[in-house]
């Protein structure tokens, strides 16, 4: 039964035209970029512990080991996302984004009612327990947005990781500017802000972030540099307001108007990404129409028709039976595919590149982690004035961020142009986080601030060269378990670097302080530590250790050099959709049958009546799966 019904122009028209680009454009993957650019941009409440850490240990009364222990389980919950990837595997994106809001406002609640004297003294697991599941939102949410963006643009990934996790670099800092806006200097209601505010931008786009129809795009990375931009221009205000705060001391109608530039500059992005959803709006409508000259008639058929049959000269093969090993592929765990195919969970786990990028992150983001997370007591033992810990953190954020992007848009060209492994460029970031350790060993004269951009850049630096070699590596089938796995290095090296030998050696030395001079500690006395020696054995160490991971990583360079050489974004491109107008009949097949059923058509009528049943299948496909 097939029936025509001629849509004429006019206001009706002009309507449907306008509602189906709206809707184009807010579900589309340029806003679902942009929506996750808004969830990592509050995403790093783990970053500025220092900031509120020192309220913690004079409120609870902790020591510095305590307060490490504190420190670690923060990391361990930011870092270990096994379950969230897990989550992920099996349900889409908001379900693993809903979980981490949740968790995101208990944790953070609970310490902050706990610090506030709002609740009873908590004993020491209990507020370990409360950091851990607060910290462990970041997992969800970076498993939610991130994981989803490199699954919708797997061409880009060096580009999307870089800018995402510039975000996250960049959140201390946004969020340093908005706690100040809203209550001033009241270090206490930092933590208030951190329990409410992550989750309340994840509620609202729950249901943007999805995975999509992979769209290949000759101009994607040219969208990706005007995004880098914008987030540098944010970066570059951040630093200068940073700057005139350390210099002068701001009313908060002043830190409010700063506050309303850095959210000015955080969502000027929308105009870019909503401009380059209409660029592709058109295009499609383009191809449906130059597919179909008579498109001001709807085709509605009740079935398509059958595919046709196989010609009789043609041999028909007989496939082997596909072996069902499911995600764990406990059949065949060493025997793993090829560099660049999707590896199984347990095949990863066990291979030898896995173990090696996991030794060499242990130790490199577990020294400059460790680092991070006592800039505030380093320069209280060096002497620095206590309105320059902010200042170091916002350092260590915005460094942070420009580590992040540049090391994700540089490896992406280098590998491009000149096919140099990204591995190399990740032992290099090694190599020059030892010289930030180095100063905070020797102490050297107001070198905390050059320090504090080393390390912030080279921590930043280290995660999209991580997460993208895994990508590349094992593949994406199970990227969302494969990504927290490799996160899961950083609370391991924390543990080791900062609990077991930075905090310890901090005690015995501010311990054999107090003895020199007589004092002996009372009962809930925090230790406090004076001069250089507070920190110097603890960095030495430290430097060492991300000298080994430095050597373990040139390891795994020498190990990929031949697959970098190789082209491995081909299967990609060869399965993607190409909007250029000129790709073969069936891509322009599916790309109409999607056009038709974001304008609430029968996308199966429409792929029939462009003469194309394979893609009058897939639609029908979607459409009785309701996508």
Not at 284 to 305: G, Q, Y
Not at 505 to 522: F, N, P, S, T
Not at 606 to 616: E, M, Q, R
Request: proline residues 4%; aromatic residues 10%.
């Amino acid at each position: 039964m097939v029936m025509a019904d001629v849509t004429g122009g006019g206001f009706g028209s002009g309507w449907r035209e306008a509602r189906s680009l709206a809707a184009h454009a807010l579900l589309g993957r340029w806003f679902m970029a942009f929506a996750a650019f808004l969830i990592m941009s509050v995403a790093g409440a783990t970053y500025i512990f220092s900031l509120y850490s020192g309220d913690i240990k004079s409120s609870l009364g902790y020591d510095q080991t305590s307060l490490n222990l504190l420190g670690f389980f923060k990391d361990l919950g930011a870092n270990v996302g096994i379950v969230s990837g897990l989550v992920n595997e099996v349900t889409p994106p908001w379900v693993v984004l809903s979980i981490g809001a949740a968790m995101n406002f208990f944790g953070y609640f609970m310490i902050w009612l706990a610090v506030t004297g709002r609740s009873a003294r908590p004993r020491l697991w209990l507020m370990c327990l409360y950091i851990c599941v607060g910290a462990n939102s970041q997992s969800f949410a970076n498993t939610g947005a991130l994981v989803t963006a490199v699954k919708n643009f797997p061409e880009s990934r060096g580009a999307i990781l870089g800018l995402l996790k510039g975000f996250v670099g960049l959140s201390g800092a946004i969020l340093a500017q908005l706690y100040h806006a809203f209550y001033g200097d009241d270090s206490e209601s930092l933590i208030l802000l951190i329990a409410w505010l992550p989750a309340a931008i994840s509620v609202v786009f729950l249901r943007t972030i999805r995975i999509l129809e992979v769209v290949r795009q000759k101009n994607e990375l040219k969208v990706f540099y005007k995004l880098l931009y914008v987030s540098l221009g944010l970066a570059g205000f951040l630093m200068a307001i940073i700057i005139l705060q350390n210099q002068l001391r701001f009313s908060k109608i002043e830190y409010a108007g700063s506050a309303a530039v850095v959210l000015l500059l955080l969502f000027l992005p929308i105009f870019i990404v909503v401009k380059e959803e209409i660029v592709l709006w058109k295009r499609k409508r383009e191809i449906v129409m130059n597919n179909d000259p008579s498109h001001h008639l709807k085709v509605v058929a009740e079935t398509p028709p059958p595919p046709p049959p196989p010609h009789a000269s043609e041999p028909v093969l007989a496939l082997p039976p596909p072996q069902h090993t499911g995600a764990c592929g406990c059949g065949n765990i060493l025997r793993p595919p090829d560099r660049g195919e999707d590896y199984t969970i347990l095949q990863a786990l066990f291979s030898i590149d896995m173990l090696i990028l996991f030794t060499a992150t242990t130790f490199g983001a577990g020294g400059t982690l460790t680092a991070i997370d006592n800039l505030g007591q380093i320069g209280s033992s060096l002497g620095y004035p206590s309105r320059s810990t902010t200042t170091f953190v916002s350092l260590v954020s915005i460094w942070n961020y420009l580590g992040r992007v540049v090391s994700g848009f540089a490896s992406e060209i280098l590998l491009t142009k000149y096919k140099c492994p990204r591995p190399l460029l990740l032992t290099l970031v090694l190599l020059l986080s030892c010289v930030g350790h180095l100063l905070i060993a020797f102490g050297v004269p107001n070198s905390l601030y050059a320090s504090s951009i080393i390390i912030g850049f080279c921590f930043g630096a280290q995660w999209p060269l991580v997460f993208a070699i895994i990508s590349e590596i094992f593949g994406l089938k199970y990227y969302s378990t494969l990504y927290n796995l490799g996160a899961a290095a950083s609370p391991v090296g924390s543990y080791v670097l900062n609990v077991k030998v930075a905090g310890r050696l901090y005690d015995r030395e501010a311990a054999r302080q107090m003895a020199a001079a007589g004092l002996a500690r009372e009962d809930g006395q925090d230790l406090t530590c004076k001069g250089v020696e507070c920190y110097k054995t603890a960095f030495l160490v430290i430097t060492g250790a991300t000298l080994f991971g430095c050597m373990v990583s040139f390891f795994l360079v020498l190990r990929t050099r031949k697959f970098y050489r190789g082209d491995i974004y081909r299967k990609f491109r060869e399965a993607s959709i190409n909007l250029t107008g000129r790709g073969d009949d069936s891509k322009a097949a599916a790309v109409e049958a999607e056009a038709a059923a974001a304008n609430g058509e029968n996308p199966t009528a429409t792929a029939a009546a462009a003469g194309d049943p394979t893609a009058a299948a897939a639609g029908a496909t979607r459409q009785g799966r309701g996508t």
